[in-house]
């Protein structure tokens, strides 16, 4: 048997108790995937903060890791982490997941500055990088000319992101069993995610039919099936997005998702029934949109089958396979690596 692939995964974003909401539990998930799957990894995370000193503080203590061990490879999750694996030592894969390629958007819907030089930093990573990693097709048109990159999206851990039945989900989560909920899965604070917009929506929804809309914002990670169970719609009013991950785990949960048309959603929901596709980003046509969903009743006809192909353990595979590419490379080299410690 050949010897494990042994990885230092660099993130600024790992999900820690105390660092306030997150939404890179996928990134955690991947780690733990990989390990499952047997690969060594070892996580150096650290908070940018858009701070210069935090990364090069990062910098200096990431070389200092390397000296103690060295691994197989280094794979870097989101742009500005893969800059402080320069000058590279060990093949980088470098995982690109929206924003640190698409820009950040800002207050008044507009991409920020420091969105801008982000960008240009994750494409030069891009382009130093021995193997490149996008969650959605559409991603591929902001890097840099000649580089290729492989689609892999986000995986799903269908163990976890499962239906429950409704009135069990909203006993746990203390909701009423006799109204039209509609969850808003995401930080009312952020521009992009664009909040008014889909408050907007259900207050002209409740013109004609009453509802409530449920913000699952800084709760438990593990409550989130229980919220996707308990509601019976999901509004999606994001300006911006790479292959949002809300919208597929809703699906595995068959919980029926209206959302504007952004990133990959459209793939998302082309074969599901139930789901809608708004045609345009007006809240009347979010508000009609959701009105037949919940006249309709019921869950998202085969919105868990639709997502099957995107099961966490599958698409790790395909992960390995860059990894042993990349290894293969003759600009690759063999070392010595010493045992990881257990993730964090």
């Not at 030069?124 to 048109?141: P, T």
């Not at 930080?187 to 409530?212: C, F, I, M, N």
């Not at 599901?272 to 979010?286: H, K, M, Q």
Request: with cysteine; net charge positive.
């Amino acid at each position: 048997m050949s010897d494990p692939i042994r990885v230092l995964m660099v993130t600024t974003l790992w999900p820690t108790p105390g660092a306030g909401p997150r939404t890179t539990y996928f990134v955690k998930r991947q780690a733990e995937f990989l390990q499952a799957a047997g690969v060594l990894v070892d996580v150096f995370h650290f908070r940018g903060r858009r701070n210069p000193w935090n990364y090069l503080s990062a910098w200096w203590r990431l070389r200092r890791r390397l000296a103690r061990g060295c691994y197989d490879l280094v794979h870097a999750q989101f742009g500005p982490s893969g800059i402080i694996t320069f000058p590279k030592r060990l093949p980088l894969v470098l995982t690109l997941r929206g924003s640190d390629l698409l820009g950040e958007i800002g207050d008044g819907g507009r991409y920020t500055r420091i969105g801008r030089l982000l960008q240009r930093v994750s494409r030069a990573v891009a382009g130093r990088a021995d193997a490149v990693i996008v969650v959605s097709e559409h991603m591929k048109a902001e890097l840099p000319a000649g580089v290729a990159a492989h689609v892999i999206p986000s995986g799903i851990d269908f163990t976890q992101f499962r239906p429950i039945p409704r009135d069990e989900a909203r006993r746990r989560l203390a909701l009423p069993l006799d109204r039209h909920l509609v969850l808003f899965a995401g930080s009312p604070e952020w521009p992009r995610k664009r909040y008014a917009l889909a408050r907007q929506a259900v207050d002209l929804l409740g013109h004609t039919l009453p509802a409530d809309l449920i913000v699952a914002w800084g709760v438990p990670h593990d409550d989130m099936p229980y919220f996707m169970s308990a509601c019976d719609a999901l509004v999606f009013t994001s300006m911006q997005e790479g292959s949002p991950n809300v919208v597929k785990e809703a699906l595995a949960c068959n919980l029926p998702v209206v959302s504007v048309a952004v990133g990959d959603v459209a793939d998302r929901l082309r074969a599901v029934a139930g789901c809608e596709l708004c045609a345009d980003e007006r809240p009347e046509t979010i508000a009609a949109a959701l009105e037949r969903v919940l006249r309709r009743g019921g869950r998202a006809g085969g919105g868990r089958a639709a997502v099957q192909e995107l099961d966490e353990r599958v698409l790790t595979q395909r992960v390995i396979d860059i990894y042993r590419s990349i290894m293969r490379s003759p600009r690759s080299s063999s070392p010595v690596v010493e045992a990881p410690h257990a993730l964090p």
